[in-house]
């Protein structure tokens, strides 16, 4: 693989799999990600895990990525209702993992404006893959044609998705206490449900 392999090439990597699970490990244990000690752990040198994984910055939005995708899964498998109703209920309870996660908490606390701008600027893969999922459930729940959407689908899943982190993020934006359950009534009130 060369140094400028493509994102899809370098998750790809079967070295790749084992540092973004070294990485999830160390971060849900409120450990840093040491790019240089994860290399030795994993017997190889820094430039090879950087050809793996990208920068530092990279590696932990993988990590918390590889959280957030089993989290959604579950979350989603188990949303009550219907509709506007089970897309405010994954709202709600995704807002509500993220906010009481204390090792996503203390990572933001440590670092609040890198967090911000690696969660939840146009660029962070993370937000990217929130607001696909969120596409998809309501690509689901709209498909039987019962009720419009108010905004097209993609525009929709994006506003859902500030709508979550600016309830998640509020005491890094605003100074306000995060609180899950103001993040489902609003997505509720968006979807007038």
Excluded: C
Excluded at 122 to 145: I, N, R
């Amino acid at each position: 693989m060369s140094p400028k392999a493509s994102s899809a090439e370098k998750a790809d990597h079967p070295g790749s799999w084992k540092a973004v699970g070294l990485a999830r490990a160390k971060f849900m244990a409120g450990e840093r990600i040491d790019m240089q000690g994860i290399a030795a752990e994993l017997g190889v040198d820094r430039t090879t895990l950087f050809r793996w994984v990208g920068n530092r910055d990279q590696f932990v939005v993988s990590a918390i990525v590889s959280i957030t995708v089993p989290t959604l899964k579950r979350i989603i498998a188990s949303a009550k209702g219907a509709g506007g109703k089970r897309i405010a209920d994954v709202a709600e309870r995704y807002a509500r993992a993220s906010i009481e996660a204390d090792y996503f908490r203390k990572w933001l606390e440590s670092d609040p404006e890198r967090a911000l701008r690696l969660l939840t600027s146009k660029a962070s893969p993370l937000q990217q893959h929130v607001v696909t999922v969120f596409e998809q459930l309501l690509e689901e729940e709209y498909a039987d044609g019962e009720g419009a959407a108010p905004l097209p689908l993609p525009d929709l899943a994006y506003l859902i998705v500030r709508i979550i982190e600016s309830f998640v993020f509020s005491d890094l934006i605003a100074g306000n206490d995060p609180d899950w359950t103001k993040a489902g009534m609003a997505v509720a009130a968006l979807l007038r449900d």
